[in-house]
T-cell receptor, first 108, second 115 residues
Framework: GQSLEQPSEVTAVEGAIVQINCTYQ??????LSWYQQHDGGAPTFLSYNGLDGLEETGRFSSFLSRSDSYGYLLLQELQMKDSASYFC?????????FGKGTRLHILP | SAVISQKPSRDICQRGTSLTIQCQVDSQVTMMFWYRQQPGQSLTLIATANQGSEATYESGFVIDKFPISRPNLTFSTLTVSNMSPEDSSIYLC????????????FGPGTRLTVT
């Protein structure tokens, strides 16, 4: 079967660090993408892990452990503009499957 | 990155009618996709639009309901046929990049309301 789990909501304080976890079970796995979507906007690509380990892109980092079918997105130095929904999306050969998304609330 | 436009941006339609959504890309792309998203919900892949061949539909979506055209490498259309209120949703097209299908750029979406 296929399953994707990520928290529905996370709340953090401006300037802090937050981690959004994702566990997956797919029929064929190539890697894990992360997307950000602001209210009323289109999803935008953040990061991709094709191999185990950490990928860093500015304030955002993403991690993958294939043996644990687990990944996370780490957001540092949180800013109010980071308030959005974040989706993990495993890649299955020629497509990606979106998780249900995690809504990140940031408090001043 | 690719610039993607969609038409219309929104529409209100009566049940039983059909609506065709257009997706235009400013560069030639191999991979184009159509998604559906209820407000506040996840994105569900409807189909992959293949240039020169029939689209590849995901489970739960059929060609009679969601016919797709892909006449060239910069354009695609999605038709929502015989609409019902359950079809009310945001429809998004996206394109893959040279780096792979894992990195997609999305159009702004078409907000459809069926009454």
């Amino acid at each position: 079967g296929q399953s994707l789990e990520q928290p529905s909501e996370v709340t953090a304080v401006e300037g802090a660090i937050v981690q959004i976890n994702c566990t997956y079970q797919t029929s064929g796995f190539y890697g894990l993408s992360w997307y950000q979507q602001h209210d009323g906007g289109a999803p935008t690509f953040l990061s991709y892990n094709g191999l185990d380990g950490l990928e860093e892109t500015g304030r955002f980092s993403s991690f993958l452990s294939r043996s644990d079918s687990y990944g996370y997105l780490l957001l540092q130095e949180l800013q109010m503009k980071d308030s959005a929904s974040y989706f993990c999306a495993p890649r299955e050969d020629d497509k990606i499957i979106f998780g249900k998304g995690t809504r990140l609330h940031i408090l001043p | 990155s690719a610039v993607i436009s969609q038409k219309p941006s929104r529409d209100i339609c009566q049940r039983g009618t059909s609506l065709t959504i257009q997706c235009q890309v400013d560069s030639q792309v191999t991979m184009m996709f159509w998604y559906r998203q209820q407000p506040g919900q996840s994105l569900t892949l409807i189909a992959t639009a293949n240039q020169g061949s029939e689209a590849t539909y995901e489970s739960g979506f059929v060609i009679d309901k969601f016919p797709i055209s892909r006449p060239n490498l910069t354009f695609s259309t999605l038709t929502v046929s015989n609409m019902s209120p359950e079809d009310s949703s945001i429809y998004l097209c996206s394109v893959g990049t040279k780096r792979g299908v894992h990195e997609q750029y999305f159009g702004p979406g078409t907000r459809l309301t069926v009454t």
